[in-house]
């Protein structure tokens, strides 16, 4: 079967995904940047991207036999609100800031789209990813055409900047038209490289092991101390190299309920599970569990007072 690329697109894009683009669901050469990375412990503790499960990453017709294309969809979650706090509140991540899991609301409205998609041409089996499978999100969006790999590794797209989340549609048909990877647009910029309170940005690639996003949302244990004072107030992930590149000045905020701010900047205070609870139930920041977060908020602690000596 072969289907109207724009039948895809359009549907996408009617679901309210800001950037759609269309790719061959092949494997992919930047899989052996991925095993790099995991071979020189790039990864940390986060044992499933050291999994490499027969090479699942290398092929998305692993995970969906019958995959031929690929819908990669960026939605924006930008939201007006501060750029940094200077009244020792504590910094959560904006990604965070909202109500809604990005892996429901994404996979919700791809779910939508492929219905969409069906109601034009007919009954057919797909799968859904939001960061819920084992692939090279990132590649596979370049080259559908959302944006460049940034130095800071994010995906960034001119003119929509780089606070988006990526999300994928499986589907087991060509399209009549593939999107090309944008142009390189870094240039000869190296803002984020140099912002990392922690130099995590090494040869291209974020090393997981001095990442503050890494040390305050995935890993289990505390971070080593020398690297710690580099944390800040950081509670919950970290922007500093997104909000430092150029191409998120003009970045435009996005109107998704979900994503709304409720918890930007809370005090640098401990909590107890209850309170933690009533909190932050709903948003992405109960990844880290009460005891993660009180860990956070002491690291935080301790920075503002080391600041204030
Ligand atoms: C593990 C992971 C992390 C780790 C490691 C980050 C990293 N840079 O690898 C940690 C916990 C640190 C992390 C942090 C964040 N993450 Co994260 N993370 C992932 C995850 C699950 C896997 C990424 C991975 O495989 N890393 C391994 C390395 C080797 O991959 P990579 O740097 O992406 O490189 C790949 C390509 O970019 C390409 N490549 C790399 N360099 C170059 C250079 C050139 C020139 C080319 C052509 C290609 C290329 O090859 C690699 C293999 O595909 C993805 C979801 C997914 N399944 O992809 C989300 C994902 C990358 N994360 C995301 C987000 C939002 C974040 C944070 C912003 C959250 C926060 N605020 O704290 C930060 C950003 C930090 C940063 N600068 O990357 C988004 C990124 C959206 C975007 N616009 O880019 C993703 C895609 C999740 C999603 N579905 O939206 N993350
Ligand atoms: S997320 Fe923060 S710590 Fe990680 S690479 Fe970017 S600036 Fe550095
Ligand atoms: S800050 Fe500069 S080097 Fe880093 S990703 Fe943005 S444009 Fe590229």
Redesign the pocket.
Known sequence: MLVDAQIVLEAALAEGFELAGLTRALP?E??L??V???ERG??AG?TY?KDHRAGV?QDPRLIFPEAVSMLCV?KLYKTEGPSRVEDGSGWI????WGTAD?HDL?GQGLHRVAERVKAAVGPFAYRV???T???????Y??EAGL???GK?????HEPLG??????ELLLPFAVTEYGQ?PA?RCGTCTA?IEACPTA??VD???D?NL????W???AKEEAPAPLKAAFGNHL????I??DVCPWNRRAPVTAEAGFQPTNACPPMEEMREDEFRAKFRKTPVARTKVGGYNRNVKVALENRSKKAL
């Open positions: 992919h930047d899989y940047r991925q790099a990375w995991v790039m990864a986060m991207l990453r960026g991540s904006r990604y965070a990005y994404l990813a939001v960061d499978a084992p692939m090279l999100e990132r590649s969006a370049r944006g460049w790999i800071n590794t994010c995906l960034i780089s606070w988006f989340f990526l999300g990877p390189d984020c995590a940005i291209g690639s974020v997981s990442c503050i996003s890494y305050t949302i995935e919950f992930g970290c922007d190299c997104q």
